[in-house]
């Protein structure tokens, strides 16, 4: 079983900056890629980044620009910075991680966006 631990969010000023973490364990594959996600009140879940194993990276049009994905010093722990946030960009913000057994998916953390 994979644990995936979302932490970061906050409430920030329109224009301002948050850093997301997403910290995986348990027992992972060797190869993994994982993913950003966030969900609106009212809306569906909305695709933001992904980050492969490889070290490639791809971007929602929403967000090209603004977010990053990024691995930190140790692969379990991945990190969203997010610049220039937008009230639109209020939501609760998901981590995917995915293998080639599956995927398992954290609690998310809030962010909230104030214009």
């Known amino acids: 079983q994979v644990q995936v631990v979302e932490s970061g969010g906050g409430l920030v000023q329109s224009g301002g900056s948050l850093k997301l973490s997403c910290e995986v364990s348990?027992?992972?594959?060797?190869?993994?890629?994982i993913g950003w996600y966030r969900q609106a009140p009212g809306k569906e879940r909305e695709y933001l980044a992904r980050?492969?194993?490889?070290?490639?990276?791809q971007y929602e049009d929403a967000v090209k620009g603004r977010f990053t994905i990024f691995r930190g010093t140790t692969k379990n722990v991945v990190y969203l910075q997010m610049n220039n946030l937008k009230p639109e960009d209020t939501a609760v913000y998901y981590c995917?991680?995915?293998?080639?057994?599956?995927?398992?998916w954290g609690r998310g953390t809030k962010v909230t966006v104030s214009s």
């Open positions: 980050l492969w194993d490889n070290g490639l990276t």
């Open positions: 995917e991680y995915l293998s080639g057994t599956g995927d398992s």
């Open positions: 348990g027992r992972t594959l060797s190869a993994y890629d």
